[in-house]
């Protein structure tokens, strides 16, 4: 507990500094954006923790996050998802006045579209499309005649879309022909560039939640391979987790055709973006997401049987393991943890920044995480550490960065004064330690 | 040497001894585990300081302030351990710490040290280039470099501490050849070893030691193995064991053909029964440690069959030991019995921690409760159990090794070396507990390489030697010849089998 008194000091003697030299410093817009910083890089920290305490150390953060951005945006942008369903619904239609008056157009396209729908519901729609009351229930009728529409066979015909330009999926399909599965989905996009601004572009990327899920589950799996290794083959955590690097990276920069990707403007997971970017109570969402994990990971850590496997493995695996512990899977697990916290923070990293390059995205986050848990307590020797230690060193890092940019210090310095600033709090701690030992000896 | 004492806090390792080598003379030093062989002899290579008595080399008398110094003096050392270089070739082995350097840039002077090396490797037969990495020859070519290192420091003597300890037969064979040829070129030799056989071939005379005191000394004439192991033991009796009460009980534990990583050629059996304590006594080496680390599963190349009662336990699973009450207190108390820099709670309940665990949260209260518990019965003097268990003494912290197990009552208790390092007051109230578990109907299984431990703990003792009990004595004939016969592998008549079938 001491040794998080000290470093807490030090960073409220910064933050005074700082803010005393530039009242910036506390503007609601700084505070904000401090924070939301803090909570992209104290999630992947408190997971970095973890796996220093066992003695291990894990330079593979980084590439991770590109690969874990350059995928999440594929899934969501690019890679089409196979149980995509073409049907229309009720709340895709946004103007319904304005798309009624389409349907009735003198054109090929309306007129045939028109033409599927029974008397009924015409009249309906001529009559009531102003009146916003009825318009819940015309979108669910609408959609429900459109949908049978979809479902049926292809509505293309040459001289019907002749007008019109599609879109270069469509052509693709009306090449290929054929297969009846693909006619809703050709309908589907027929109709979409038919009625365009009257109607929300159909979803054909992977759903958000299973996009997230892959991202988070893919850094798990390697953080698997590496405890595998370290544990299983005794290969030293360095060395497999420094093949991470290169390896990771390079399967991003492949995986993206070294192109830059995005997340543009979330068409299709507005819910997603705004869990990521959005705010709870006033603050960012990385910053709630760490609170709430770093609550779970203080019981982990400080209350519960991993947590105490985790610190007794970390100071002395041997008794551990004479204590009937299974070393291996305690090891191994703080891995996989790694992993998770990492595709989270890779997540929440890929929105913050929106767009992915893959040759440079997430580099040297590992040395950012190493340098907040070494700054908090945690020895690279394995057993010591803690939760509230590596969320204290990590703010007092983007304090450290923000200063650099408040006092009008060159950013060509930035990484000198980090280094300058871990290399004093790792030596006063040091300076402590030894002078409680000799007090120790002299009683 | 004359007069020569070393005390050590709490210890006095040599008091007043004194011992003299000729020049080309083969002298063999013999004694018990802790009679205060090396420690003399760590005096003579400059390693330790004596706190009483004078060196004297040619009759003056010498002061060796460090390795250095000795090495002026001319006396090389063969460690027990091999103390090389195994990713550096031979000449860079035997140069190491005095290269010749050559040219502008002063840079290790190659063709001169190999040139330098050859010679001494001709000297002693061995036939391998000074090119070769040491990790490419055996262990005992990698020990006539250690040799040959001595020589090119112009040693007049050599100390050898167990040298043979980890040779084969054939290369103990070689070994001793060269001591002889070494004797012929006018070099003195002193050769520890507790293999009384080897001792006995090239020994010109033999000192024995016991307890840090001279026992006497044997001619070239006198040496037999009796003689030597009657020299070595023999002494008085302390009072602060708890003798044994246990009535023989049919055996619980049984271990049948068990390997050990070490020893993988050679198989152990034994029996024990509940309410025993089976002491395990031989020489250092003897493998009795592996052979525990095997029966409790720490030991994953071990093979062989453990019965507990009726029911056979999996072999190399440390989980199941434990979870069917089979435990181990080693001999490495900080390295693998304790994680020091924890708490004595978190020690004690490490090994039980589900049981303290609802869902996955621990209660800190019923875990400071037990910790609280075996902080009383076991009198473990901490301020409370919150201490870091690197604060304690010794002695207490073999009693929070012993209380992590005795919280989670054992069936079988394994004991490690339980009182090295532990002063007398602790050592009494540790054998009271062991006593206490074996009446109540616990298996005591342990190696202890103090003789008076073992004569006065034990109920049965079984003795180990080069990796195979050799016999199993009963209570009456636990004597301390009968124990030395049977550690230096000679068979008697009042050993019995380990086990019955």
């Given at each position: ?5 000290g470093?807490?000091?030090l ?8 803010a005393?030299?530039?009242p910036?410093f506390l ?6 954006n401090m ?22 150390i894990d330079?593979?953060v ?5 690969l ?8 969501l942008t ?6 995509a ?13 304005a798309?009624?008056?389409k349907?009735?157009k003198p ?10 729908f029974?008397?009924?519901l015409?009249?309906?729609l ?5 009146d916003?009351?009825q318009?819940?229930?015309l979108q669910t009728a ?5 949908n ?16 019109l ?7 693709g399909l009306i090449e290929?022909d054929g297969s009846?599965?693909?006619h ?5 996009l ?7 601004e009257?109607?929300?572009?159909p ?6 939640p299973?996009a997230?899920?892959v991202?988070?589950l893919?850094?798990?799996l390697?953080?698997?391979?590496h405890?595998?290794l ?6 030293q ?5 420094l ?11 492949y ?6 990707k995005?997340?543009?403007?979330a068409?299709?997971?507005e819910?997603?973006a ?9 603050l960012?969402?990385p ?8 609550v ?22 041997n ?21 998770l916290?990492?595709?989270i ?5 890929a929105?913050?920044?929106?767009s ?5 995205h ?9 340098a ?13 550490g803690?939760v ?12 450290l960065?923000?200063l ?18 871990v ?15 000799k007090k120790?000896?002299k009683? | ?7 050590f806090?709490?210890v006095?390792a040599?008091?007043?001894?004194s ?7 083969v ?8 009679a ?5 002899m ?25 390795v ?6 001319g ?15 031979v000449a ?5 710490g005095?290269?010749p ?5 002063r ?5 001169k040290?190999?040139a330098?090396t050859?010679p ?9 280039s000074?090119k070769t990495?040491l ?5 005992a070519?990698q020990?006539?470099?250690?040799i040959a290192?001595?020589?090119?420091l112009?040693?007049?003597?050599i100390i ?15 070994l ?9 070129q ?8 507790h ?5 006995n071939?090239?020994?010109?005379r033999?000192?024995?030691?016991r ?10 004439q ?7 192991v ?13 003798e044994?009460t246990?009535k023989?009980?049919?055996?619980f534990?049984k271990?049948r053909?068990?390997r ?18 089976l ?14 680390k ?14 507990l009662?009726d029911?056979e ?15 181990l ?5 900080r ?16 090994p ?17 409760k037990?910790?609280n518990?075996?902080i ?19 002695g207490n912290?073999q009693?929070v090794?012993l ?26 109230e540790?054998?009271r ?15 202890s ?6 004569l ?22 636990c004597?301390?010849?009968n ?19």
């Amino acid at each position: 507990m001491k040794k998080e008194l000290g470093i807490f000091t030090l960073l409220l003697l910064l933050c005074g500094v700082t803010a005393a030299i530039n009242p910036r410093f506390l503007s609601a817009t700084n505070l904000t954006n401090m924070a939301n910083i803090i909570g992209l890089f104290g999630i992947f920290s408190l997971g970095l923790g973890m796996v220093i305490i066992t003695g291990g150390i894990d330079l593979s953060v980084g590439s991770m996050f590109a690969l874990a951005g350059v995928l999440l945006s594929m899934f969501l942008t690019e890679i089409a998802w196979p149980f995509a369903s073409w049907e229309l619904k009720a709340n895709d239609f946004k103007q319904l006045p304005a798309l009624v008056e389409k349907f009735q157009k003198p054109n090929p396209v309306s007129q045939f579209v028109w033409g599927q729908f029974p008397n009924t519901l015409k009249q309906d729609l001529v009559k009531s499309a102003g009146d916003t009351n009825q318009t819940a229930r015309l979108q669910t009728a609408l959609a429900g005649e459109l949908n049978r529409v979809i479902a049926g066979p292809s509505i293309y015909d040459k001289d019907r879309f002749a007008a019109l330009s599609l879109p270069s999926k469509a052509k693709g399909l009306i090449e290929k022909d054929g297969s009846a599965k693909n006619h809703a989905k050709l309908n589907r996009l027929l109709i979409h560039s038919a009625y365009g601004e009257t109607l929300t572009s159909p979803r054909e990327f992977w759903p958000w939640p299973l996009a997230a899920a892959v991202a988070i589950l893919i850094p798990m799996l390697l953080g698997w391979a590496h405890g595998a290794l370290i544990t299983r083959m005794n290969i030293q955590p360095f060395i497999v987790t420094l093949c991470g690097l290169l390896l990771y990276r390079g399967l991003a920069r492949y995986i993206a055709d070294d192109g830059t990707k995005g997340l543009g403007n979330a068409e299709g997971f507005e819910t997603f973006a705004s869990l990521a970017k959005g705010k709870f109570l006033g603050l960012p969402a990385p910053f709630v997401i760490l609170i709430v994990l770093s609550v779970i990971m203080w019981f982990v850590l400080h209350r519960s049987m991993y947590g105490r496997y985790l610190l007794a493995v970390g100071r002395n695996e041997n008794a551990a393991r004479f204590s009937g512990i299974n070393t291996r899977a305690v090891i191994a697990t703080s891995y996989i943890l790694m992993g998770l916290l990492t595709g989270i923070a890779g997540i929440l990293f890929a929105f913050y920044t929106n767009s992915i390059s893959p040759s440079n995205h997430g580099n040297f986050f590992e040395l950012y995480g190493i340098a907040a848990a070494v700054l908090g307590g945690c020895s690279l020797r394995g057993g010591e550490g803690s939760v509230i230690g590596i969320l204290i060193g990590t703010a007092l890092l983007q304090v450290l960065q923000n200063l650099v940019n408040l006092l009008g210090i060159p950013s060509s310095l930035n990484f000198a004064v980090m280094g300058a600033v871990v290399l004093i709090g790792v030596l006063a701690d040091q300076y402590f330690q030894e002078r409680a030992k000799k007090k120790l000896v002299k009683h | 040497m004359r007069g020569i004492g070393k005390r050590f806090p709490g210890v006095v390792a040599l008091d007043g001894v004194s011992i003299e080598v000729g020049k080309g003379e083969v002298l063999a030093l013999c004694g018990e585990n802790g009679a205060g062989k090396s420690t003399l002899m760590k005096i003579i290579g400059g390693v330790y300081q004596p706190d009483d008595g004078e060196v004297l080399v040619d009759g003056k008398p010498v002061k060796i302030n460090n390795v250095v110094d000795a090495m002026k003096l001319g006396i090389a050392f063969i460690h027990q351990e091999l103390n090389v270089l195994d990713n550096l070739d031979v000449a860079a082995n035997v140069f190491l710490g005095r290269e010749p350097l050559t040219g502008p840039f002063r840079l290790i002077d190659q063709k001169k040290i190999h040139a330098d090396t050859e010679p001494y490797l001709k000297r002693l037969g061995l036939d391998v280039s000074s090119k070769t990495r040491l990790d490419k020859l055996p262990i005992a070519q990698q020990q006539m470099v250690e040799i040959a290192k001595a020589l090119s420091l112009n040693a007049r003597i050599i100390i050898m501490d167990e040298p043979t300890s980890s040779l084969t037969l054939t290369e103990t064979e070689r070994l001793l050849e060269l001591v002889l040829d070494l004797k012929k070129q006018g070099v003195s030799v002193v050769y520890i070893s507790h293999r009384l056989g080897e001792v006995n071939q090239i020994a010109d005379r033999v000192v024995v030691l016991r307890d840090g005191k001279n026992a006497g000394e044997l001619s070239r004439q006198q040496i037999s193995h009796d003689s030597i192991v009657g020299m070595m033991v023999g002494r008085e009796v302390k009072s602060f064991y708890v003798e044994s009460t246990a009535k023989r009980t049919p055996a619980f534990l049984k271990v049948r053909n068990m390997r050990s990583s070490r020893y993988p050629t050679k198989q152990v059996s034994f029996d024990a029964g509940k309410g025993e304590i089976l002491g395990f006594a031989g020489l250092v080496g003897a493998g009795r440690s592996e052979i525990m680390k095997a029966v409790v599963g720490l030991d994953h190349f071990a093979t062989g069959e453990i019965f507990l009662g009726d029911a056979e336990l999996p072999v190399g699973k440390s989980r199941d030991a434990i979870a069917r009450g089979i435990y181990l207190v080693p001999e490495d108390r900080r390295g693998e019995g304790l994680v020091t820099g924890m708490t004595v709670r978190e020690n004690v309940t490490l090994p039980s921690l589900n049981k303290f665990a609802s869902v996955f949260l621990i209660n800190r209260a019923s875990e400071s409760k037990v910790a609280n518990e075996q902080i009383q019965s076991l009198k473990i003097k901490t301020p409370n159990a919150e201490a870091r268990v690197v604060n304690l003494s010794g002695g207490n912290q073999q009693k929070v090794v012993l209380g992590k197990w005795l919280s989670m009552d054992p069936k079988v208790m394994i004991l490690d070396e339980p009182t090295r390092g532990i002063d007398v007051g602790a050592k009494a109230e540790i054998y009271r507990i062991m006593r206490n578990l074996a009446e109540q109907g616990a298996v005591i299984l342990m190696i202890s390489s103090d003789m008076e431990e073992v004569l006065h703990v034990s109920d049965r003792v079984a003795v180990m030697h080069e990796g195979q009990i050799t016999g199993v004595l009963d209570r009456p004939d636990c004597k301390e010849e009968n124990i030395m016969q049977l550690a230096v592998g000679k068979k008697i008549a009042a050993a019995k089998a380990a086990f019955a079938n």
